[in-house]
């Protein structure tokens, strides 16, 4: 390959970095608020989510013993971090269930109303708010779970393809 045909793309490369950082700065000083806490239309809006995270929480647990620990995937490093992140992913769906639960029964006058009109800043007045304040933390669990998953996949990449094995090997 002629070298004056590479050197524009070693340019491109080179220039990367700094226009992905100068779009990244201008994303974020155009941002508005996420309000990252989604609302759902009473009563049909939760109960389908409660049900979607009940579903993923079954879903995880059928990962973790039907495909990784009654299987020869169990032995290998890779699926071992990956059956512990679906676990931690099933207590997780565990977790905002309670906390979806918690949410309903909290009152709405133990909430001080913000400058948007929210009801967004709880006051601390039973043991349900304490509760509500802990199950609202389900980051603390969710994201070792995505940590270990990437883990698991970072060691099956860097372990190489493996051959399936089976009965169309024998022959």
């Given at each position: 390959?002629?070298?004056?045909?590479?050197?524009?793309?070693?340019?491109l490369l080179r220039a990367m970095p700094v226009s992905l950082t100068g779009a990244g700065l201008l994303l974020f000083g155009i941002?508005?608020?996420a309000l990252a806490i989604q609302a759902h239309g009473a009563p049909e809006g939760l109960y389908v989510h409660e049900?979607?995270?009940?579903?993923y929480a079954l879903a995880m647990l059928g990962f973790t013993f039907q495909?990784?620990?009654?299987s020869r995937l169990a032995g290998k490093p890779g699926w071992r971090l990956m059956s512990r992140g679906a676990l931690l992913l099933f207590l997780w769906n565990l977790w905002a269930l309670v906390a979806h639960v918690i949410?309903?029964?909290?009152?709405?006058?133990?909430?001080?109303?913000?400058?948007r009109g929210l009801h967004s800043i709880l006051v601390l007045q039973s043991g349900i708010d304490y509760l509500y304040c802990l199950f609202r933390m389900d980051h603390l669990v969710c994201v070792p779970a995505l940590l270990l998953i990437y883990l698991g996949l970072r060691h099956m990449a860097a372990s190489g393809p493996v051959r399936p094995e089976g009965p169309a090997d024998t022959a």
């Open positions: 390959m002629p070298k004056n045909r590479s050197r524009p793309c070693r340019r941002a508005t608020p049900i979607g995270h009940f579903l495909v990784i620990r009654n949410d309903t029964v909290i009152p709405a006058r133990h909430f001080l109303v913000d400058d």
